[in-house]
């Protein structure tokens, strides 16, 4: 089983419209998690960090559930220029390292 | 900007030459890391940096090396490239002086390498 495992897609959602990514993780000591964009050949960049309260950020509003070892992503509105790659990524208390997913791509259509 | 310039942003090269990838910063952060990304394995990290001079392995380290002699400067060497090291190349950089716990990193622009 992967350490961080994403549904890969692709997601093809018409602007404007609600899209939901989930993430598994399957390392309990996993301590840190974030949201990671990626567009095509660029680099991956922060979208936002997941906190256990749950967080938001304009559209975005991201989620932990630490008793199913899970985050998600909602994008709210989706514009087109959200269409790309997200990655989650986790961070394994201890381990000097982060673990990405796969990532999830997204497409949103006019 | 994170401050991050890799360098060469494209090479292609044949198997069995050498190859060394650089990455510099610019904010004199202690954590620096190289991954790599590749389809159907998101991104890997090949190995890691925790200071001048003191580097460690990742989970697909074999067939690089790394060093690093100044705190701005992190390079990755294949000393024999394979076909199966062509892979876009990305280093990184931490804020926290603790490493990854807690804290972002940010990459650099990417390093396109084809080995042929």
């Known amino acids: 089983r992967k350490e961080v495992e994403q549904d890969p897609g692709p997601f093809n959602v018409p602007e404007g419209a609600t899209v939901a990514f989930n993430c598994t993780y399957s390392?309990?000591?996993?301590?840190?998690f974030f949201w990671y964009r990626q567009d095509c050949r660029k680099e991956p960049k922060l979208l936002m960090s997941?906190?256990?309260s749950g967080n938001e950020d304009g559209r975005f509003t991201a989620q932990l559930n630490r008793a199913s070892q899970y985050i998600s992503l909602l994008i709210r509105d989706s514009k087109l220029s959200d269409s790309a790659t997200y990655l989650c990524?986790?961070?394994?208390?201890?381990?000097?390292?982060?673990?990405f997913g796969q990532g999830t791509r997204l497409t949103i259509n006019p | 900007d994170a401050g991050i310039t890799q360098s060469p942003r494209h090479k292609v090269t044949e198997t069995g030459t050498p190859v060394t990838l650089r990455c510099h910063q610019t904010?004199?952060?202690?954590?620096m890391y190289w991954y790599r990304q590749d389809p159907g394995h998101g991104l890997r990290l090949i190995h890691y940096?925790?200071?001048?001079?003191?580097?460690d392995k990742g989970e697909v380290s074999d067939g690089y090396s790394v060093s690093r002699s100044k705190t701005e400067d992190f390079l990755l060497t294949l000393e024999s490239a394979t076909s199966s090291q062509t892979s876009v190349y990305f280093c990184?950089?931490?804020?926290?002086?603790?490493?990854?716990?807690?804290?972002?990193?940010?990459f650099g622009e990417g390093s396109w390498l084809t080995v042929v």
């Open positions: 940096s925790y200071g001048v001079k003191d580097t």
């Open positions: 990524v986790v961070n394994i208390q201890g381990a000097q390292k982060l673990v």
């Open positions: 990184a950089i931490s804020e926290s002086r603790e490493g990854f716990t807690g804290n972002t990193i940010y």
């Open positions: 997941v906190y256990s």
């Open positions: 390392n309990s000591a996993s301590q840190s």
């Open positions: 904010e004199n952060h202690r954590y």
